[in-house]
């Protein structure tokens, strides 16, 4: 006789999804943007030691990657944290991110032949997008910043107006427009939600594209993320225009997509484990065998759909 399930897990995974509907998540989202952050400033760190920090703007990213991970720590533990230091080092993060990207382009139209050669000094040149990409765990940063936590007093109330045909309220209450923030606040931006994980499957596609290029795709399983990519890109852009594909395809393609990532991980492990010296030479094989985080960095990209799927639609206009 099958058991039933346990009535208090069941309990708990219903408060799980009031608190994400609700916007009630700013300690775990700070956490997740504190670890990202990680795994980010790792990637960035080995590349940047290929290019012998020729210039001092290359360690930003490094230094800046420390300092939200350590920012979304405290934001898990201080709510005044998750207000104040998360979101600004989040926006100067963002900040370097941009700027990032600005110097790998001038570092790819300074190589031979410039743009007339735009995917042979892509692929051999800077990853021209990595900077952008590494703005992901700012991203997430800055939106745990307006979040609420789980154990604000105001759980599951909603607010009551003093009655539904006095006067002020239909004039003040009724008409009050609603802002971004607020959205933000009620867990309602699964569409802003959505067309993040497009932008970052983007991104990641495109560095994984080329860099299996640089493999000559030896193993077939380098071209899933190619195509899972733009899978979850068109299931993004889908989940903008329909709630019911928010619900449906583009959870389906994001667990898709953070299956991917995983099995990447795997893989580029053993890459580097069957470099010449294997762990005897960790950091050398490290640093100059596969990108070891890339493939998590794809998986964060289903992270965001699947959390867009979990989310409420926007209010505003």
Known sequence: MAELPDPRLERSLEEVDLDLREGRFQ?????IAGLSSILSGVEVAYEHYKGSYSRRIMYTPVILSGALALGGVSGFFSRRAAKTVLP??????LADGVTGFYFHVRGIQRKPGGWRLPIVNMIMG???????????????GFLA???????????GVLPRPAHPQHWATRLTHEHEPITWSQDLRE???QKQMAMATVISAFFSGFEAWYSHYKNNFRYKVQWTPIIIAPMLMIAGVGAVKSRRAAHTWLPAVSALAMVNGGVGFGYHIRGVLRRPGGLKKPIYNIIYGPPLFAPLLFAASGFLGLLASLLRREKRK
């Open 27 to 31: 300690r775990w989202l700070s956490l």
């Open 88 to 93: 600004a080092l989040s926006v100067v993060t």
């Open 126 to 140: 800077p990853p021209i997008f990595a900077p952008l990409l590494f703005g992901v765990s700012a991203y997430l």
């Open 145 to 155: 910043s307006f979040l609420r936590r789980s154990e604000q007093p105001d759980r």
């Open 187 to 189: 867990g309602r931006f």
